[in-house]
């Protein structure tokens, strides 16, 4: 039961100040800038819900991550050592630079315009303006 506990207290913790302080992305925070990650969460929250479209709309690249995470995740039931693959090297990185091309594209048509908003009152701009 100890064992259990000292597992479950740091995920707790996260939930907590999660639920007290909410979820931001410190990217956006500090730059007023979506990071490829922003709208993330929001999608996962859509796709449980069978609201696939809501999903895309948030983060098309929810998409790509999932079906990377199944393919790792049967890859590594199937061989424990598929996660130091070269095969899996090479995927990770092109899901990567699909993921970075997906948001360099979102930046590009729809910023700064929901879901890919400019947050005014980021640390950046809030510095600069303290330094005049």
Not at 10 to 23: F, Q, R, S, T
Request: aromatic share 22%.
């Amino acid at each position: 039961m100890k064992s259990l506990t000292k597992q479950l207290l740091p995920i707790l913790l996260i939930a907590g100040c999660i639920a007290v302080i909410g979820w931001y992305c410190p990217i956006q925070e500090i730059t007023g800038i979506p990071c490829p990650g922003c709208g993330m969460s929001t999608a996962f929250y859509y796709f449980v819900q069978g609201r696939f479209q809501e999903a895309y709309f948030f983060n098309p690249a929810f998409y790509v991550l999932l079906v990377f995470a199944l393919i790792s995740g049967v890859g590594w039931l199937k061989n424990r050592q598929f996660l130091q693959s070269t095969l899996w090297r090479w995927l990770f990185w092109l899901v990567m630079l699909i993921w970075f091309c997906i948001w360099l594209l979102r930046m590009i048509y729809i910023y700064p315009n929901w879901p890919m908003i400019y947050m005014e009152d980021n640390l950046l701009q809030r510095f600069i303006l303290w330094m005049h």
